[in-house]
């Protein structure tokens, strides 16, 4: 079982930064992807990062050049760095992380609120 829970949400005006935070209870290079996903409201649950456990990341487009995702994995834990905010941008976060063998496994953390407005 793996928990993960989320820190660093937060309000912050268009344009600003917020960096979220995502600790994991086991040592992270056993689990073979993490990421962050959001919720915005009336929207889909969808993908905004993630990183393997070999380092390669990917980006949903509209966050391409804003966030950055990255990995301590002496504290397992993963980073979101989201700088240039946009209102859109306002939405749930939520920390995931999978492993793929000998099934895969899903796990969520239970959200953090990130909030963009003037």
């Known amino acids: 079982q793996v928990q993960l829970v989320e820190s660093g949400g937060g309000l912050v005006q268009p344009g600003g930064s917020l960096r979220l935070s995502c600790a994991a209870s086991v040592n992270i290079l056993s689990i073979n992807t993490m990421g962050w996903y959001r919720q915005g409201p009336g929207n889909q649950r969808e993908l905004v990062a993630a990183i393997t456990n070999g380092d390669s990341t990917n980006y949903e487009d509209s966050v391409k050049g804003r966030f950055s995702i990255s990995r301590d994995n002496a504290k397992n834990t993963v980073y979101l760095q989201m700088n240039r905010l946009k209102p859109e941008d306002t939405a749930v976060y939520y920390c995931?992380?999978?492993?793929?063998?000998?099934?895969?496994?899903?796990?969520w953390g239970q959200g953090t609120q990130v909030t963009v407005s003037s």
């Open positions: 995931h992380a999978a492993r793929f063998y000998p099934a895969r496994i899903d796990y």
